[in-house]
């Protein structure tokens, strides 16, 4: 009998029943490459609990001081620096001391996912890593508060020993939860918004030292520095409405594009979180759906994504000359698949870690764009016989944060990846200018050309936010080339 189609591999990593002439694989949990995040955090409960600093932190030195020069690289390996020192300040005085002493251009770094230049500095480079942790939290108002530089795992970790969650999740847990609010990150479910729509208060260290509570009582702050590229000063605290831990079901099922295609929308309205993944150059696409469950019952399928990346690799490198032949192989293929279903905590069933990397793209188009779009962004996809990397499709809830790709509007999401080390020039080239024409605004951390003359247009408080940035950091001393560019700061 065929093994079961289990959960995302055929997600970004793409479909292992596509190995060459092989039997089909089992589909695996994480996805391109991912490592399904499954661990318990420990029991018990303190305030202020610190998260362990992750092993892919940068160099530095503690107690907030200045190590010598050290090379940085992000996620991908696209961008470098060396800055003149970086820092890995461990209170909120520390940062306040950093930012309020002579000296250049400072930036902040998490977990270094984004795709785009927004941390590359020559002068300061600050971590977070050793500022994380639960601060406190409150069921009756439904929030909790947490370090700026706490991984969106260990908060995920944090919230559940307290019986609590957030209320979505993206598919990546490794970033820092600042950096995370900061590009506008988000997860998919036509009715459930980005991390930064959920997030009722910051506490931000302006350039010159102070701290500042962006909240109701400033509301245009607020607005300003949920997404804020990291521009306005250095977010320490960050405290979010939070739900009742919940436990989720998921369904993966491998259909024919062109019928889920017509049945997208309606699967966006009837489940929780519904996402989709186009597998390139096989006709199908994985339709990914997660509902509320209450059963109890704990059901993870096997996990193997690294095999699988290397398989539907090994497929375009042996069959991506003879494309029809490699969608018919597919097919026979697919046709013996099983669904998958696992039941778990929300959280460890929404997000993984990626331990295979990639190069990416990602727009929001208005929701009634979606579909044409993607009809047209795998028409170009296709044209291009080395693409393997499944696309992803998701919805996301408008929201009102200045700076937010879903200001004012629900969106669909459109990702296009390359694999690392390869090209990726094609998709700032040819996918872009569809995902453009469709009415798409780039996500902050992915690739994309566009600068400040282009932006401006899409983001009704654009202006407003320049003035927020020019009133909190007149000199620009948070930011780098690349952010003067992108906002046209002189």
Not at 179 to 195: D, E, K, M, R
Not at 248 to 269: F, K, S
Request: hydrophobic share 40%; glycine share 10%.
């Amino acid at each position: 009998m065929t093994s079961p189609l289990s959960r995302r591999t055929i997600l970004k990593s793409g479909a292992a029943v596509l190995a060459g002439a092989a039997a089909p694989r089992v589909f695996a949990t994480g996805r391109p490459g991912a490592a399904a995040d499954a661990s318990p955090g420990p029991s018990g409960a303190s305030a202020a609990r610190a998260a362990p600093a992750p092993a892919t932190a940068p160099a530095g030195t503690a107690a907030g001081t200045a190590a010598p020069r050290a090379q940085w690289r992000n996620w991908s390996g696209l961008h470098a620096c060396t800055p003149r020192a970086i820092a890995t300040p461990g209170t909120e005085a520390e940062i306040a001391t950093l930012l309020s002493s002579p000296g250049g251009a400072l930036r902040c770094v998490g977990a270094g996912h984004s795709f785009t230049a927004l941390v590359p500095t020559d002068d300061i480079l600050l971590s977070l890593d050793r500022f994380s942790g639960l601060v406190s939290h409150d069921a009756a108002a439904s929030t909790a508060t947490l370090r700026a530089g706490t991984r969106l795992a260990q908060v995920s970790r944090l919230l559940d020993e307290q019986g609590l969650a957030l209320r979505n999740l993206p598919d990546v847990n490794v970033q820092s939860f600042a950096g995370s609010i900061s590009t506008g990150t988000h997860g998919t479910g036509a009715g459930l918004q980005a991390l930064h729509a959920d997030v009722t208060a910051l506490r931000l260290v302006t350039p010159d030292g102070r701290a500042l509570i962006c909240d109701a009582g400033r509301p245009d702050l607020l607005a300003a520095a949920r997404v804020s590229l990291g521009c306005l000063g250095v977010v320490t605290e960050i405290t979010t409405r939070v739900v009742p831990a919940y436990d989720l079901e998921r369904h993966v099922r491998l259909l024919p594009i062109a019928d889920l295609l017509d049945q997208a929308d309606g699967l966006a309205r009837t489940h929780r979180n519904f996402e989709m993944f186009y597998l390139p150059f096989t006709g199908h696409a994985a339709a990914i759906t997660h509902d509320l469950y209450t059963g109890g019952e704990v059901l993870m399928p096997d996990s193997d994504d690294e095999e699988t990346l290397a398989d539907l690799r090994r497929l375009r490198d042996w069959m991506g000359w003879f494309p029809s032949g490699r969608r018919r192989l597919a097919g026979w293929l697919i046709g013996g698949m099983e669904d998958a279903r696992a039941r778990n905590r929300s959280w460890k069933l929404l997000s993984t870690s990626r331990p295979s990397k990639f190069n990416e793209t990602e727009y929001h188009v208005p929701r009634e764009q979606g579909i044409a779009c993607l009809r047209d962004v795998i028409q170009a996809l296709e044209r291009r016989n080395e693409a393997y990397f499944p696309l992803e499709f998701r919805y996301v809830k408008g929201d009102d944060a200045w700076l937010s790709p879903f200001h004012g509007r629900d969106c669909c999401s459109i990702a296009v990846h390359a694999a690392h080390g390869e090209a990726h020039d094609y998709l700032l080239a040819e996918i872009g200018p569809i995902l453009r024409r469709h009415g798409g605004r780039p996500h902050w951390g992915k690739l994309h050309d566009l600068r400040a003359a282009e932006l401006a247009p899409l983001y009704p408080h654009w202006r407003d936010f320049l003035e927020v940035r020019r009133e909190l950091d007149p000199r620009g001393r948070l930011l780098n080339p690349y952010l003067r560019t992108l906002l046209g700061v002189a």
